[in-house]
């Protein structure tokens, strides 16, 4: 059977200055996998992720979402960004930033109406957010505004989801609902590419996985390529995980 | 002068009605672009951007050599358009922050606009005076003119801005997610820039180059404390620039001597105070309250536990135990056992207390962390 893939990247290369940030990244993402992008610091996780969705320019490469470019294709995709990347002192509550979700399907100057509103709660209950959704978002916990960035990106039903260290700093409650939303999208058929912090997990969450340090170590199933030598061809140390089979 | 006399004055003073209704305006569309700004975290643009309006005001009146507000202010136009455009330059551009390239631009155009006025000066054509009234504004010379032009300006960006509403309220909060579902954010952002550099450019007038920051962000400041909610926000805003305004005009047209600008702004400056500490829900005054309300409400709590600690020792929880046993305890007062009978959860009889049902469930689920449902 064969196989569609979801996202596909060619000769992407990022740099600042003259320092190279990505360098020369293939990859092949097949529909369908919850993969784990890992490396260290400074890797490029974020870039890989920034780049692909066209918030960063490359100074080369490509990606196609199925087979077209990227721009054609925005609504097939949804963005989960860190938690840190705005200010939760915004005066807005929570149902208000996961109706934003439904804001690419509108378009210009249309208004949210009340399909939109039903998306939105929808979203916030597979979340279990619904009891805060008129909480000013400032007075939500690290886990809570997790659940509601993931809220977001669930209200645009999107076919691939890219997160960005989603599991950082949450509770261990919000990592459990977080994960187990995730294998209920790769279960709907979805593609979800999650950069991941926490290498002690990969094999237990994910079935794929990337190895990213400013080049392209290794890509493929957890099975097969999640071992020693490439942990340590990425993290440039001898490391010994425990792996369970 | 009291207030129906200022009421009379009004009514009958075609002067002071134009200046007030310019200074409201003013100040309503100001306070409600200002609250972007402040949103943004970009509150020190206004400034940046009134001072390099100065240069655009003295070259204009070299080359047309006219002095009314219209071709000066298209001066100051040009200039804080140019001087906005190379503030994004330099942060896009260079390593340097928006904080250090505001700065430079500032002083930059600041200082060549204060060279060319002091050259005007000295010109010994005698046309060249009062071009310096835009360094701080000279609200007495507002014509009729002049405020229609406020008021329709007003007008659009009030369109515009409700037109495209959710459009800057998701580029605010989250620039980078707006350019994944496939907004133009670069036509958004310019839009909400031109609509400020313009608002800065008609207040210059009335508050001038020096004070027009505060005009953009006190009101948007003020407003920030009363609510929650962005278009709450917005509009009070507006509304606290507004009230500045005709205050403003007010308790300046009273006393003889009082420049009209600088009196606004220090109103709007009072608005802030009084809401940064009289406001409910981030004042400091009523923090302040809440946390001593909560001090008491934690003793009474602690007392409460100490005595759940004693009763779940006995078969029967509500077994009257000696009052003194408490004398030891830190945090309890005859005050709290009273508040403690009132609320239900232990009885006093005599020299003793005894728990009731219901204050032993309180005290046993106190620690039991039960998500807070609306």
Redesign the interface.
């Known amino acids: 059977m064969k196989e569609k893939i979801a996202v596909q990247v060619d000769d992407l290369t990022v740099a600042y200055d003259y320092k190279p940030v990505l360098w020369d990244i293939d990859l092949s993402v097949p529909e369908g996998v919850l993969m784990a992008i890992v490396g260290p610091n400074g890797a490029g996780k974020s870039t890989l992720i ?1 780049t692909i ?3 960063i320019k490359p100074i080369a490469g490509s990606v196609t979402i199925f087979g077209e470019p990227y721009k054609n294709q ?2 097939m ?3 989960v ?1 860190q938690k840190g ?3 939760w002192d ?4 929570a149902f ?2 996961v109706l ?1 979700g439904t ?2 399907s ?1 378009g ?2 249309k ?2 109406g009340a399909k939109e509103k039903k998306i939105a709660l929808e979203s916030m209950e597979k979340v279990d957010m619904l ?6 978002i ?1 007075q939500l916990s690290g886990g809570q505004q997790q659940r509601v960035f993931l809220a ?1 990106a669930l209200a ?1 039903d999107a076919s691939i989801y890219f997160m960005d260290e989603p599991l950082q700093g949450v509770d261990a409650t919000t990592e459990i609902a977080i994960i187990n939303i995730l294998k209920e999208l790769r279960k709907a058929g979805k593609t979800v590419i999650v950069v991941h912090h926490d290498l002690q997990t990969v094999p237990e969450y994910f079935d794929w996985v990337t190895f990213l340090n400013v080049k392209k170590i290794a890509t493929g199933p957890v099975k097969d390529i999640f071992n020693d030598d490439n942990l340590t061809q990425t993290y440039g140390i001898n490391y010994k995980v425990a792996v369970n089979k | 002068m009291s207030i129906t006399e200022y009421f009379d004055l009004l009514w009958h003073d075609y002067t002071l009605r134009t200046i007030t209704l310019g200074t409201a305006v003013l100040g309503a569309v100001c306070g409600m672009l200002g609250s972007f700004a402040v ?1 943004r ?1 970009e509150s020190l643009l206004g400034d940046a951007i009134s001072h390099a309006a100065l240069p655009g005001i003295a070259l204009a009146f070299l080359i047309t050599g006219a002095k009314d507000s219209g071709t000066l202010l298209l001066g100051a136009l040009v200039s804080g358009l140019i001087g906005t455009y190379w503030i994004r330059g330099i942060t896009s551009k260079t390593h340097l922050k928006s904080d250090t390239a505001l700065g430079l631009i500032l002083s930059t155009f600041f200082g060549f606009g204060m060279l060319l006025l002091t050259f005007i000066q000295k010109q010994p054509n005698a046309n060249q005076a009062g071009l310096d009234k835009y360094l701080f504004g000279q609200a007495a010379t507002l014509v009729e003119s002049d405020v229609r032009l406020m008021v329709i300006v007003t007008g659009i960006s009030l369109f515009v801005v409700l ?5 800057f ?2 580029l ?3 620039p ?2 707006t ?5 133009n954010t670069k036509f958004i952002d310019v839009l909400v820039t031109f609509l400020i550099v313009l608002a800065i450019v008609l207040g210059l007038q009335t508050v001038g180059v020096v004070l027009m920051s505060a005009i953009l962000l006190a009101p948007a400041a003020a407003a ?1 404390q009363w ?4 278009g709450t ?1 917005i509009f009070l805003a507006g509304l606290f620039g507004a009230f500045s305004g005709v205050l403003g005009t007010a308790v300046s047209a009273s006393q003889d001597n009082l420049s009209t600008g600088p009196v606004i702004v220090l109103i709007a400056s009072v608005f802030v105070l009084f809401s940064l500490i009289f406001s409910p829900g981030r004042g400091l005054l009523f923090r302040e309250i809440r946390f001593r309300q909560n001090r008491k409400d934690l003793q009474l709590m602690k007392t409460l536990q100490f005595m759940y600690d004693i009763a779940i020792d006995h078969e029967n929880i509500s077994h009257p135990h000696a009052i003194r046993i408490l004398n030891n305890f830190q945090g309890y007062t005859k005050g709290s056992l009273k508040k403690l009978e009132n609320e239900g959860w232990i009885k006093i009889q005599g020299q003793d207390w005894a728990m009731t049902q219901r204050g032993f469930n309180k005290a046993a689920e106190m620690y039991n962390q039960q ?4």
């Open positions: 920034k969705l066209g918030i925005r609504k995709v949804a963005y960004p990347s705005v200010d915004f005066p807005t509550t208000d930033v934003m804001y690419g509108l210009w100057i208004r949210p009891s805060f959704r008129n909480r000013q400032s977001r645009q | 949103l975290k037109l495209f509403w959710k459009e309220k998701i605010l909060f989250d980078e997610y350019k994944t579902i496939g907004f920030r609510t929650n909610r962005l926000m998500p807070v449902h609306e």
